[in-house]
Protein backbone atom coordinates (compact mmCIF):
# COMPACT_ATOMS: atom_id res chain seq x y z
CA UNK A 1 0.00 0.00 0.00
CA UNK A 2 1.46 3.14 -0.83
CA UNK A 3 1.37 6.74 0.60
CA UNK A 4 -1.75 7.70 -0.65
CA UNK A 5 -3.70 4.53 -0.34
CA UNK A 6 -2.74 4.73 3.02
CA UNK A 7 -3.31 8.00 3.66
CA UNK A 8 -7.16 7.94 1.75
CA UNK A 9 -8.14 5.31 4.77
CA UNK A 10 -6.96 7.44 7.33
CA UNK A 11 -8.65 10.18 5.83
CA UNK A 12 -11.55 8.79 5.54
CA UNK A 13 -11.89 7.36 8.97
CA UNK A 14 -11.45 10.25 9.95
CA UNK A 15 -14.26 11.98 8.72
CA UNK A 16 -16.20 9.17 9.58
CA UNK A 17 -15.61 9.07 13.27
CA UNK A 18 -15.42 13.03 13.37
CA UNK A 19 -18.52 14.01 11.56
CA UNK A 20 -20.20 11.47 10.51
CA UNK A 21 -20.28 11.24 6.76
CA UNK A 22 -19.29 8.78 4.80
CA UNK A 23 -16.78 10.21 1.93
CA UNK A 24 -16.79 8.18 -1.68
CA UNK A 25 -13.17 9.58 -2.20
CA UNK A 26 -10.12 11.50 -1.35
CA UNK A 27 -8.29 13.81 -3.84
CA UNK A 28 -5.09 14.32 -3.16
CA UNK A 29 -1.94 17.17 -5.11
CA UNK A 30 1.37 17.85 -4.49
CA UNK A 31 1.84 20.20 -2.28
CA UNK A 32 3.05 23.49 -3.39
CA UNK A 33 6.55 24.79 -3.17
CA UNK A 34 5.89 27.02 -1.33
CA UNK A 35 4.38 25.51 1.83
CA UNK A 36 5.77 23.07 3.96
CA UNK A 37 4.47 19.34 3.15
CA UNK A 38 5.16 16.48 1.00
CA UNK A 39 1.21 16.09 -0.32
CA UNK A 40 -1.96 17.69 0.04
CA UNK A 41 -5.16 16.88 0.84
CA UNK A 42 -7.96 18.60 -1.03
CA UNK A 43 -10.84 19.64 1.36
CA UNK A 44 -13.40 21.60 -0.79
CA UNK A 45 -15.00 18.49 -2.56
CA UNK A 46 -15.66 17.02 1.05
CA UNK A 47 -17.90 19.51 2.03
CA UNK A 48 -20.41 17.55 -0.32
CA UNK A 49 -20.91 15.86 2.42
CA UNK A 50 -19.33 17.57 5.43
CA UNK A 51 -20.68 21.08 6.24
CA UNK A 52 -18.44 23.38 7.69
CA UNK A 53 -15.75 25.47 7.13
CA UNK A 54 -13.01 24.15 4.98
CA UNK A 55 -10.34 25.34 7.01
CA UNK A 56 -11.54 24.13 10.55
CA UNK A 57 -12.71 20.70 8.77
CA UNK A 58 -8.47 20.30 7.65
CA UNK A 59 -7.45 20.92 11.35
CA UNK A 60 -9.32 18.49 12.79
CA UNK A 61 -8.36 15.89 10.20
CA UNK A 62 -4.74 16.99 10.42
CA UNK A 63 -4.82 16.65 13.89
CA UNK A 64 -6.49 13.36 13.52
CA UNK A 65 -3.82 11.74 11.34
CA UNK A 66 -1.09 13.31 13.31
CA UNK A 67 -2.26 11.12 16.43
CA UNK A 68 -3.18 7.92 14.78
CA UNK A 69 -0.65 7.77 12.20
CA UNK A 70 3.23 7.67 13.20
CA UNK A 71 3.94 8.88 9.54
CA UNK A 72 2.73 11.75 9.66
CA UNK A 73 5.14 13.99 11.08
CA UNK A 74 2.76 17.76 10.88
CA UNK A 75 0.19 19.48 9.28
CA UNK A 76 -0.71 22.70 7.60
CA UNK A 77 -4.01 24.14 6.41
CA UNK A 78 -3.95 26.48 3.47
CA UNK A 79 -7.52 27.76 2.90
CA UNK A 80 -8.93 24.74 1.91
CA UNK A 81 -5.60 22.68 1.30
CA UNK A 82 -4.37 20.30 4.23
CA UNK A 83 -0.49 19.92 3.72
CA UNK A 84 0.79 17.04 5.31
CA UNK A 85 4.42 16.06 6.33
CA UNK A 86 5.55 13.02 6.02
CA UNK A 87 8.06 11.57 8.50
CA UNK A 88 11.69 10.42 7.27
CA UNK A 89 11.34 7.29 8.44
CA UNK A 90 8.64 6.52 5.96
CA UNK A 91 10.54 6.88 2.98
CA UNK A 92 13.84 4.95 4.44
CA UNK A 93 11.00 2.02 4.99
CA UNK A 94 9.90 2.48 1.32
CA UNK A 95 13.86 2.59 0.00
CA UNK A 96 14.72 -0.71 2.09
CA UNK A 97 11.67 -2.27 1.06
CA UNK A 98 12.62 -1.61 -3.11
CA UNK A 99 15.98 -1.64 -3.32
CA UNK A 100 16.60 -5.31 -4.20
CA UNK A 101 13.22 -5.59 -5.91
CA UNK A 102 14.60 -6.03 -9.73
CA UNK A 103 11.31 -6.20 -11.13
CA UNK A 104 10.09 -2.39 -9.04
CA UNK A 105 6.71 -1.26 -10.68
CA UNK A 106 5.60 -4.87 -11.95
CA UNK A 107 2.91 -6.57 -11.04
CA UNK A 108 2.78 -10.80 -11.46
CA UNK A 109 -0.16 -11.75 -13.30
CA UNK A 110 -3.59 -10.63 -12.04
CA UNK A 111 -5.69 -13.79 -13.71
CA UNK A 112 -6.17 -15.79 -16.05
CA UNK A 113 -7.26 -13.96 -18.67
CA UNK A 114 -5.14 -11.98 -21.57
CA UNK A 115 -5.01 -9.61 -24.10
CA UNK A 116 -3.70 -9.53 -27.74
CA UNK A 117 -2.20 -6.53 -29.04
CA UNK A 118 -1.91 -6.24 -32.99
CA UNK A 119 0.47 -3.99 -34.34
CA UNK A 120 2.99 -3.08 -37.72
CA UNK A 121 0.35 -5.55 -39.88
CA UNK A 122 2.21 -4.36 -43.35
CA UNK A 123 1.63 -4.99 -47.02
CA UNK A 124 3.61 -7.46 -48.99
CA UNK A 125 4.35 -4.93 -51.64
CA UNK A 126 7.25 -2.66 -49.96
CA UNK A 127 9.75 -2.21 -47.25
CA UNK A 128 8.60 -0.73 -43.51
CA UNK A 129 8.81 3.11 -43.55
CA UNK A 130 9.21 5.95 -40.88
CA UNK A 131 4.84 5.08 -40.52
CA UNK A 132 5.72 1.66 -39.67
CA UNK A 133 7.97 2.65 -37.16
CA UNK A 134 5.23 4.26 -34.87
CA UNK A 135 3.31 1.60 -35.39
CA UNK A 136 5.44 -0.99 -34.25
CA UNK A 137 7.27 0.89 -31.32
CA UNK A 138 3.18 1.75 -29.63
CA UNK A 139 2.14 -1.53 -30.33
CA UNK A 140 5.12 -3.31 -28.68
CA UNK A 141 5.59 -0.62 -26.21
CA UNK A 142 1.70 -1.19 -24.85
CA UNK A 143 1.93 -4.58 -24.97
CA UNK A 144 5.64 -4.67 -22.55
CA UNK A 145 2.85 -2.01 -20.45
CA UNK A 146 0.40 -4.60 -20.06
CA UNK A 147 2.65 -7.10 -19.08
CA UNK A 148 3.69 -4.79 -16.83
CA UNK A 149 0.37 -4.00 -15.27
CA UNK A 150 0.01 -7.93 -14.73
CA UNK A 151 -1.93 -9.13 -17.77
CA UNK A 152 -0.79 -11.95 -20.21
CA UNK A 153 0.06 -10.55 -23.60
CA UNK A 154 0.07 -11.90 -26.96
CA UNK A 155 1.49 -10.17 -29.59
CA UNK A 156 0.39 -10.39 -33.39
CA UNK A 157 0.19 -8.98 -36.73
CA UNK A 158 -2.50 -9.23 -40.09
CA UNK A 159 0.12 -9.61 -43.05
CA UNK A 160 -2.35 -8.24 -45.75
CA UNK A 161 -0.21 -10.50 -48.89
CA UNK A 162 -3.42 -10.49 -50.87
CA UNK A 163 -5.35 -7.70 -53.15
CA UNK A 164 -4.40 -5.85 -55.86
CA UNK A 165 -0.88 -4.16 -54.79
CA UNK A 166 0.78 -6.98 -54.43
CA UNK A 167 -0.15 -8.22 -57.98
CA UNK A 168 1.09 -4.81 -58.62
CA UNK A 169 4.32 -5.86 -57.77
CA UNK A 170 4.18 -9.25 -59.19
CA UNK A 171 3.00 -7.56 -62.75
CA UNK A 172 5.96 -5.52 -62.31
CA UNK A 173 8.96 -7.93 -61.59
CA UNK A 174 7.45 -9.84 -64.79
CA UNK A 175 7.76 -7.51 -67.08
CA UNK A 176 10.86 -5.22 -65.92
CA UNK A 177 13.04 -7.96 -63.29
CA UNK A 178 14.71 -10.03 -65.96
CA UNK A 179 14.93 -12.53 -63.03
CA UNK A 180 16.34 -11.02 -60.54
CA UNK A 181 15.97 -12.19 -56.57
CA UNK A 182 17.56 -10.91 -52.92
CA UNK A 183 20.22 -12.98 -53.70
CA UNK A 184 21.34 -11.38 -57.26
CA UNK A 185 20.81 -7.98 -55.90
CA UNK A 186 22.08 -8.26 -52.48
CA UNK A 187 18.74 -6.36 -51.89
CA UNK A 188 16.83 -6.78 -48.77
CA UNK A 189 13.45 -8.64 -50.42
CA UNK A 190 10.77 -6.12 -49.11
CA UNK A 191 13.27 -3.51 -50.99
CA UNK A 192 13.36 -5.60 -54.05
CA UNK A 193 9.21 -5.93 -54.07
CA UNK A 194 9.18 -2.34 -53.20
CA UNK A 195 10.84 -1.08 -56.13
CA UNK A 196 8.77 -2.83 -58.49
CA UNK A 197 5.68 -1.47 -56.92
CA UNK A 198 7.36 1.90 -57.85
CA UNK A 199 7.74 0.69 -61.25
CA UNK A 200 4.77 -0.42 -61.73
CA UNK A 201 3.32 3.16 -60.60
CA UNK A 202 5.82 5.05 -63.26
CA UNK A 203 4.48 2.39 -66.26
CA UNK A 204 0.61 3.13 -64.80
CA UNK A 205 1.22 6.77 -65.15
CA UNK A 206 3.13 6.58 -68.51
CA UNK A 207 0.21 4.87 -70.16
CA UNK A 208 -2.73 7.32 -68.32
CA UNK A 209 -1.15 10.31 -69.97
CA UNK A 210 -0.32 8.39 -73.46
CA UNK A 211 -4.33 7.60 -73.20
CA UNK A 212 -4.81 10.96 -72.19
CA UNK A 213 -3.34 12.36 -75.08
CA UNK A 214 -5.24 10.03 -77.18
CA UNK A 215 -8.25 11.70 -76.06
CA UNK A 216 -9.51 9.92 -73.00
CA UNK A 217 -10.50 11.57 -70.08
CA UNK A 218 -8.09 11.20 -67.08
CA UNK A 219 -10.79 9.20 -64.77
CA UNK A 220 -11.33 6.91 -67.93
CA UNK A 221 -7.60 6.52 -68.97
CA UNK A 222 -7.28 5.42 -64.85
CA UNK A 223 -9.58 2.89 -65.32
CA UNK A 224 -8.03 2.00 -69.09
CA UNK A 225 -4.47 1.52 -68.38
CA UNK A 226 -3.49 -1.84 -70.08
CA UNK A 227 -0.88 -2.19 -66.86
CA UNK A 228 -3.48 -1.81 -64.32
CA UNK A 229 -6.38 -3.90 -66.20
CA UNK A 230 -3.67 -6.90 -66.26
CA UNK A 231 -2.58 -6.71 -62.93
CA UNK A 232 -6.76 -6.85 -62.02
CA UNK A 233 -6.48 -9.84 -64.50
CA UNK A 234 -3.66 -11.28 -62.31
CA UNK A 235 -5.88 -11.09 -58.79
CA UNK A 236 -8.55 -12.84 -60.67
CA UNK A 237 -6.73 -15.60 -61.41
CA UNK A 238 -4.91 -15.61 -57.97
CA UNK A 239 -8.60 -16.11 -56.33
CA UNK A 240 -8.68 -18.80 -58.47
CA UNK A 241 -5.90 -20.38 -57.74
CA UNK A 242 -3.77 -20.21 -60.75
CA UNK A 243 -0.55 -22.42 -59.88
CA UNK A 244 2.05 -20.04 -61.78
CA UNK A 245 0.21 -16.88 -60.10
CA UNK A 246 0.04 -18.67 -56.80
CA UNK A 247 3.66 -19.68 -56.92
CA UNK A 248 4.78 -16.22 -57.80
CA UNK A 249 2.79 -14.82 -55.18
CA UNK A 250 3.95 -17.31 -52.56
CA UNK A 251 7.99 -16.49 -53.65
CA UNK A 252 7.83 -12.70 -53.52
CA UNK A 253 5.69 -12.57 -50.53
CA UNK A 254 8.58 -14.89 -49.02
CA UNK A 255 10.94 -12.37 -50.02
CA UNK A 256 9.23 -9.92 -48.25
CA UNK A 257 8.71 -11.53 -45.02
CA UNK A 258 12.32 -12.49 -44.63
CA UNK A 259 13.01 -8.82 -45.32
CA UNK A 260 10.41 -7.62 -42.46
CA UNK A 261 11.96 -9.92 -39.93
CA UNK A 262 15.32 -8.24 -40.19
CA UNK A 263 14.01 -5.05 -40.10
CA UNK A 264 12.17 -6.29 -36.65
CA UNK A 265 15.20 -7.72 -35.72
CA UNK A 266 17.21 -4.21 -36.07
CA UNK A 267 14.47 -2.52 -34.11
CA UNK A 268 13.95 -4.78 -31.18
CA UNK A 269 10.55 -6.12 -31.50
CA UNK A 270 8.42 -10.03 -31.76
CA UNK A 271 5.63 -11.13 -32.45
CA UNK A 272 3.91 -14.44 -30.66
CA UNK A 273 1.68 -15.28 -33.74
CA UNK A 274 1.47 -14.13 -37.45
CA UNK A 275 -2.31 -13.83 -39.61
CA UNK A 276 -2.35 -13.74 -42.85
CA UNK A 277 -5.27 -12.05 -44.79
CA UNK A 278 -5.64 -14.87 -47.18
CA UNK A 279 -5.96 -17.46 -44.44
CA UNK A 280 -9.01 -15.62 -42.93
CA UNK A 281 -10.91 -13.25 -45.32
CA UNK A 282 -12.99 -17.14 -46.00
CA UNK A 283 -13.64 -16.94 -42.32
CA UNK A 284 -15.14 -13.58 -42.64
CA UNK A 285 -17.23 -14.84 -45.33
CA UNK A 286 -18.78 -18.07 -43.36
CA UNK A 287 -19.72 -15.49 -40.73
CA UNK A 288 -21.77 -12.99 -43.00
CA UNK A 289 -23.35 -15.82 -44.20
CA UNK A 290 -24.74 -16.61 -40.69
CA UNK A 291 -25.35 -13.16 -40.05
CA UNK A 292 -27.76 -12.95 -43.40
CA UNK A 293 -29.62 -15.84 -42.01
CA UNK A 294 -29.91 -13.77 -38.47
CA UNK A 295 -30.37 -10.62 -39.53
CA UNK A 296 -27.61 -8.86 -39.01
CA UNK A 297 -26.84 -8.29 -42.26
CA UNK A 298 -28.88 -7.46 -45.80
CA UNK A 299 -28.15 -8.29 -49.33
CA UNK A 300 -29.45 -5.56 -51.97
CA UNK A 301 -30.73 -5.84 -55.43
CA UNK A 302 -26.85 -6.31 -57.27
CA UNK A 303 -25.94 -9.04 -54.32
CA UNK A 304 -23.83 -6.93 -52.18
CA UNK A 305 -24.08 -7.57 -48.66
CA UNK A 306 -24.31 -4.79 -46.11
CA UNK A 307 -25.04 -4.22 -42.05
CA UNK A 308 -27.44 -1.83 -41.39
CA UNK A 309 -25.84 0.44 -38.48
CA UNK A 310 -28.49 3.67 -39.11
CA UNK A 311 -29.93 3.28 -35.70
CA UNK A 312 -26.17 2.77 -33.39
CA UNK A 313 -25.46 6.36 -35.51
CA UNK A 314 -23.52 5.36 -38.12
CA UNK A 315 -24.26 4.26 -41.97
CA UNK A 316 -24.73 1.06 -43.93
CA UNK A 317 -21.45 -1.00 -44.27
CA UNK A 318 -20.57 -2.91 -47.34
CA UNK A 319 -19.32 -6.61 -45.88
CA UNK A 320 -19.05 -8.09 -49.36
CA UNK A 321 -18.85 -7.42 -52.91
CA UNK A 322 -21.86 -8.20 -55.52
CA UNK A 323 -19.43 -10.54 -57.15
CA UNK A 324 -19.31 -12.28 -53.74
CA UNK A 325 -15.71 -10.80 -53.06
CA UNK A 326 -14.10 -9.85 -49.66
CA UNK A 327 -13.84 -6.44 -48.57
CA UNK A 328 -11.43 -5.10 -45.61
CA UNK A 329 -14.37 -5.48 -43.15
CA UNK A 330 -14.70 -9.58 -44.42
CA UNK A 331 -10.85 -10.00 -44.03
CA UNK A 332 -11.37 -8.11 -40.14
CA UNK A 333 -14.03 -10.08 -39.47
CA UNK A 334 -12.65 -13.32 -39.36
CA UNK A 335 -9.47 -12.68 -38.33
CA UNK A 336 -10.88 -11.38 -35.00
CA UNK A 337 -12.67 -14.74 -34.59
CA UNK A 338 -9.64 -16.72 -36.07
CA UNK A 339 -7.77 -15.57 -32.95
CA UNK A 340 -10.37 -16.35 -30.52
CA UNK A 341 -10.22 -19.78 -32.00
CA UNK A 342 -6.59 -19.91 -31.39
CA UNK A 343 -5.83 -18.23 -28.08
CA UNK A 344 -9.43 -18.91 -26.02
CA UNK A 345 -8.24 -16.87 -23.14
CA UNK A 346 -8.36 -13.67 -24.79
CA UNK A 347 -10.46 -11.65 -23.12
CA UNK A 348 -9.52 -8.41 -25.07
CA UNK A 349 -7.84 -6.88 -28.44
CA UNK A 350 -5.55 -3.68 -28.91
CA UNK A 351 -5.64 -2.78 -32.93
CA UNK A 352 -2.31 -0.80 -33.25
CA UNK A 353 -3.79 1.29 -36.54
CA UNK A 354 -3.52 5.11 -37.07
CA UNK A 355 -6.42 7.45 -37.38
CA UNK A 356 -7.08 7.52 -40.18
CA UNK A 357 -8.93 3.94 -39.68
CA UNK A 358 -11.05 5.30 -37.17
CA UNK A 359 -14.46 4.79 -38.48
CA UNK A 360 -13.73 1.36 -40.07
CA UNK A 361 -12.69 -0.06 -36.00
CA UNK A 362 -16.04 1.42 -34.85
CA UNK A 363 -18.03 -0.44 -37.23
CA UNK A 364 -15.75 -3.41 -37.00
CA UNK A 365 -16.35 -3.88 -33.05
CA UNK A 366 -19.95 -3.12 -33.39
CA UNK A 367 -20.35 -5.46 -35.96
CA UNK A 368 -18.91 -8.02 -33.96
CA UNK A 369 -21.04 -7.14 -31.06
CA UNK A 370 -24.45 -7.96 -33.30
CA UNK A 371 -22.84 -10.72 -34.32
CA UNK A 372 -22.87 -11.81 -30.77
CA UNK A 373 -19.29 -12.05 -29.27
CA UNK A 374 -19.20 -11.32 -25.76
CA UNK A 375 -15.96 -10.24 -26.21
CA UNK A 376 -16.23 -7.58 -28.48
CA UNK A 377 -16.75 -4.68 -25.85
CA UNK A 378 -13.50 -5.45 -24.79
CA UNK A 379 -11.76 -4.32 -28.38
CA UNK A 380 -9.84 -1.11 -28.38
CA UNK A 381 -8.64 0.63 -31.17
CA UNK A 382 -5.20 2.30 -30.18
CA UNK A 383 -5.16 4.95 -32.75
CA UNK A 384 -2.32 7.14 -33.26
CA UNK A 385 -1.56 10.19 -35.82
CA UNK A 386 0.84 10.22 -38.55
CA UNK A 387 4.67 10.75 -38.61
CA UNK A 388 5.72 13.88 -40.66
CA UNK A 389 9.27 14.74 -41.49
CA UNK A 390 10.23 18.53 -42.28
CA UNK A 391 10.32 17.78 -45.80
CA UNK A 392 6.62 17.12 -45.64
CA UNK A 393 4.53 13.58 -46.50
CA UNK A 394 5.82 10.54 -47.39
CA UNK A 395 4.01 8.51 -50.68
CA UNK A 396 5.02 4.65 -51.03
CA UNK A 397 3.87 4.67 -54.99
CA UNK A 398 6.25 7.89 -55.75
CA UNK A 399 9.34 6.19 -53.79
CA UNK A 400 9.53 8.95 -50.98
CA UNK A 401 9.34 6.95 -48.19
CA UNK A 402 11.83 6.96 -45.44
CA UNK A 403 12.50 3.36 -45.03
CA UNK A 404 13.53 1.71 -41.59
CA UNK A 405 16.22 0.21 -41.91
CA UNK A 406 17.57 3.58 -44.06
CA UNK A 407 15.98 5.64 -40.59
CA UNK A 408 17.67 2.91 -38.20
CA UNK A 409 20.94 3.42 -39.86
CA UNK A 410 20.66 7.28 -40.18
CA UNK A 411 20.24 7.45 -36.44
CA UNK A 412 22.86 5.41 -35.63
CA UNK A 413 24.85 8.02 -38.15
CA UNK A 414 24.05 10.98 -36.52
CA UNK A 415 24.89 8.87 -33.22
CA UNK A 416 28.05 8.29 -34.27
CA UNK A 417 28.45 12.43 -35.62
CA UNK A 418 27.68 13.66 -32.16
CA UNK A 419 29.09 11.18 -29.90
CA UNK A 420 32.53 12.20 -31.57
CA UNK A 421 32.04 15.83 -31.20
CA UNK A 422 31.56 14.89 -27.39
CA UNK A 423 34.76 13.30 -27.34
CA UNK A 424 33.63 10.51 -24.20
CA UNK A 425 34.58 7.05 -26.19
CA UNK A 426 38.45 7.01 -26.40
CA UNK A 427 38.54 4.14 -24.25
CA UNK A 428 35.68 2.10 -26.43
CA UNK A 429 37.34 -0.35 -28.93
CA UNK A 430 35.31 -0.47 -32.21
CA UNK A 431 32.87 -2.84 -31.34
CA UNK A 432 32.17 -1.17 -28.53
CA UNK A 433 31.47 2.00 -30.50
CA UNK A 434 29.06 0.44 -33.06
CA UNK A 435 27.16 -1.06 -30.34
CA UNK A 436 26.77 2.32 -28.35
CA UNK A 437 26.18 4.02 -31.34
CA UNK A 438 23.02 1.78 -32.70
CA UNK A 439 22.11 1.81 -28.62
CA UNK A 440 22.08 5.79 -28.53
CA UNK A 441 20.42 5.91 -32.11
CA UNK A 442 17.72 3.70 -31.72
CA UNK A 443 17.18 5.03 -28.10
CA UNK A 444 16.38 8.30 -29.20
CA UNK A 445 14.49 6.96 -32.09
CA UNK A 446 12.04 5.56 -30.27
CA UNK A 447 12.12 8.25 -26.93
CA UNK A 448 11.35 11.01 -29.44
CA UNK A 449 8.10 8.74 -30.76
CA UNK A 450 6.93 7.64 -27.68
CA UNK A 451 6.80 10.41 -25.58
CA UNK A 452 4.38 12.20 -27.93
CA UNK A 453 0.78 11.00 -26.59
CA UNK A 454 -0.50 8.38 -29.07
CA UNK A 455 -3.57 10.78 -30.77
CA UNK A 456 -0.86 13.62 -31.52
CA UNK A 457 0.62 14.14 -34.87
CA UNK A 458 4.74 13.82 -34.75
CA UNK A 459 7.10 16.25 -36.54
CA UNK A 460 10.26 14.07 -36.51
CA UNK A 461 13.62 15.45 -36.76
CA UNK A 462 16.32 12.83 -36.00
CA UNK A 463 19.04 15.87 -35.05
CA UNK A 464 16.74 16.88 -32.41
CA UNK A 465 16.02 13.86 -31.08
CA UNK A 466 19.88 12.86 -30.46
CA UNK A 467 20.65 16.20 -27.95
CA UNK A 468 22.13 14.66 -25.29
CA UNK A 469 20.52 17.45 -23.24
CA UNK A 470 16.48 17.99 -22.23
CA UNK A 471 13.48 15.35 -23.05
CA UNK A 472 15.41 12.99 -25.28
CA UNK A 473 16.34 9.30 -24.92
CA UNK A 474 20.22 10.23 -24.64
CA UNK A 475 19.89 12.34 -22.28
CA UNK A 476 18.21 9.26 -19.81
CA UNK A 477 19.99 7.11 -21.37
CA UNK A 478 23.76 9.07 -20.08
CA UNK A 479 21.63 9.92 -16.94
CA UNK A 480 21.82 6.05 -16.21
CA UNK A 481 25.26 5.35 -17.46
CA UNK A 482 26.56 7.99 -14.93
CA UNK A 483 24.35 6.21 -12.25
CA UNK A 484 26.45 3.02 -13.30
CA UNK A 485 29.61 5.01 -13.41
CA UNK A 486 28.87 5.68 -9.44
CA UNK A 487 27.61 2.44 -8.45
CA UNK A 488 31.71 1.37 -9.90
CA UNK A 489 33.71 3.98 -8.28
CA UNK A 490 31.30 3.04 -4.57
CA UNK A 491 33.24 -0.38 -4.83
CA UNK A 492 30.25 -2.50 -4.26
CA UNK A 493 29.30 0.16 -0.93
CA UNK A 494 27.74 -2.58 1.64
CA UNK A 495 23.76 -2.80 0.84
CA UNK A 496 21.93 -2.34 4.43
CA UNK A 497 19.45 -0.90 5.53
CA UNK A 498 19.41 2.61 6.74
CA UNK A 499 17.00 3.20 9.37
CA UNK A 500 18.12 6.43 11.19
CA UNK A 501 19.39 9.72 8.78
CA UNK A 502 17.74 12.45 8.05
CA UNK A 503 17.12 13.29 4.55
CA UNK A 504 17.83 16.33 2.55
CA UNK A 505 14.81 17.79 0.36
CA UNK A 506 16.36 16.33 -3.00
CA UNK A 507 16.59 12.67 -1.25
CA UNK A 508 12.93 13.17 -0.92
CA UNK A 509 11.93 14.60 -3.76
CA UNK A 510 13.62 11.36 -5.49
CA UNK A 511 12.22 9.33 -3.01
CA UNK A 512 8.78 10.32 -3.74
CA UNK A 513 9.00 10.28 -7.85
CA UNK A 514 10.14 6.20 -7.26
CA UNK A 515 6.92 5.77 -5.37
CA UNK A 516 4.89 6.53 -8.29
CA UNK A 517 6.07 4.18 -10.50
CA UNK A 518 3.66 1.46 -10.01
CA UNK A 519 0.67 3.87 -10.39
CA UNK A 520 2.59 5.33 -13.46
CA UNK A 521 2.64 1.78 -15.04
CA UNK A 522 -1.13 1.33 -14.04
CA UNK A 523 -2.45 4.06 -15.82
CA UNK A 524 -0.55 3.36 -18.67
CA UNK A 525 -1.59 0.31 -19.29
CA UNK A 526 -5.27 1.67 -18.51
CA UNK A 527 -4.77 4.37 -21.47
CA UNK A 528 -3.12 2.54 -23.74
CA UNK A 529 0.25 5.31 -23.45
CA UNK A 530 3.60 4.83 -23.61
CA UNK A 531 3.93 8.60 -23.35
CA UNK A 532 3.20 8.30 -19.88
CA UNK A 533 5.97 5.97 -18.97
CA UNK A 534 8.19 8.01 -20.80
CA UNK A 535 7.12 11.16 -19.25
CA UNK A 536 7.54 10.14 -15.56
CA UNK A 537 10.96 8.63 -16.44
CA UNK A 538 12.54 12.30 -17.50
CA UNK A 539 11.04 13.35 -14.39
CA UNK A 540 12.43 10.83 -12.51
CA UNK A 541 16.00 11.76 -14.38
CA UNK A 542 15.44 15.41 -13.36
CA UNK A 543 14.95 14.89 -9.74
CA UNK A 544 18.41 12.66 -9.95
CA UNK A 545 20.31 14.79 -11.45
CA UNK A 546 19.50 17.82 -9.35
CA UNK A 547 20.22 15.43 -6.40
CA UNK A 548 23.46 14.41 -8.00
CA UNK A 549 24.00 18.43 -8.35
CA UNK A 550 23.21 19.22 -4.89
CA UNK A 551 24.17 16.22 -2.92
CA UNK A 552 27.58 14.32 -2.36
CA UNK A 553 27.20 10.70 -2.78
CA UNK A 554 30.26 9.35 -2.83
CA UNK A 555 31.91 12.36 -0.39
CA UNK A 556 28.87 12.05 2.07
CA UNK A 557 29.78 12.69 5.89
CA UNK A 558 28.97 9.69 7.46
CA UNK A 559 29.33 5.59 6.19
CA UNK A 560 25.39 5.68 6.98
CA UNK A 561 24.53 8.85 4.36
CA UNK A 562 26.34 6.83 1.86
CA UNK A 563 24.98 3.94 1.80
CA UNK A 564 21.37 5.28 1.57
CA UNK A 565 22.85 7.33 -1.55
CA UNK A 566 24.24 4.42 -3.42
CA UNK A 567 21.09 2.50 -2.48
CA UNK A 568 18.80 5.42 -3.79
CA UNK A 569 21.00 5.67 -7.29
CA UNK A 570 21.27 2.21 -7.91
CA UNK A 571 17.23 1.80 -7.32
CA UNK A 572 16.93 5.06 -9.78
CA UNK A 573 18.89 3.20 -11.76
CA UNK A 574 17.37 0.24 -11.67
CA UNK A 575 14.11 2.14 -12.20
CA UNK A 576 15.14 3.27 -15.18
CA UNK A 577 16.34 0.51 -16.85
CA UNK A 578 12.85 -0.87 -16.16
CA UNK A 579 10.75 1.90 -17.43
CA UNK A 580 13.23 1.54 -20.12
CA UNK A 581 12.65 -1.60 -21.35
CA UNK A 582 8.84 -1.24 -21.44
CA UNK A 583 9.95 1.30 -24.32
CA UNK A 584 12.04 -0.85 -26.08
CA UNK A 585 14.66 1.18 -25.07
CA UNK A 586 18.38 -0.36 -24.42
CA UNK A 587 20.55 1.60 -21.50
CA UNK A 588 24.29 1.80 -21.80
CA UNK A 589 26.18 0.42 -19.13
CA UNK A 590 28.79 3.66 -20.15
CA UNK A 591 28.63 6.68 -22.35
Not at 340 to 357: A, I, S, W
Not at 501 to 529: G, T, Y
Given at each position: MNLQETLEIQVKEAVQKLFQAELPSVEFQSTRKEFAGDITVVVFPMLRVVKGNPVVIGEQIGKYLKSNLDLVKDFNVVKGFLNVEIDDSYYLDFLNAIKDKGNYGFVDRLDEGAVMVEYSSPNTNKPLHLGHVRNVLLGYSVSEILKASGIKVYKTQIINDRGIHIC????????????????????????????????????????????????????????????????????????AGDEEVVELWKTMNQWVYDGFEATYKAIGVDFDAYYYESDTYLLGKEFIAEGLKTGVFFKKEDGSVWCDLTEDGLDEKIVLRSDGTAVYMT????????????????????????????????????ILKKLGFEWAKNLYHLSYGMVDLPSGKMKSREGTVVDADDLIQEMADTSEEISKELGKLDDYNEDEKKALYKTIGLGALKYFILKVDPKKRILFDPKESIDFQGNTGPFIQYTYARIQSILRKSKNS???????????????????????????????????????????TYDLVKDFNSFYQNVSILGADSDKEKTFRVALSRTVGQTIKNAFSILGIDVPERM
Open positions: KSMLAWQRFGKGETPQTTGLKGDKLVGNYYVEFDKAFKAEVSELVNEGQSEDDAKKNAPILLEAQEMLRKWEQDIGTAIQRLKDYPDVRGMVYTVGNEQDYHFKVLFLENTEVLDISLHEKEKQLLKQLELFPEVIQNAAIQHSPALIANY
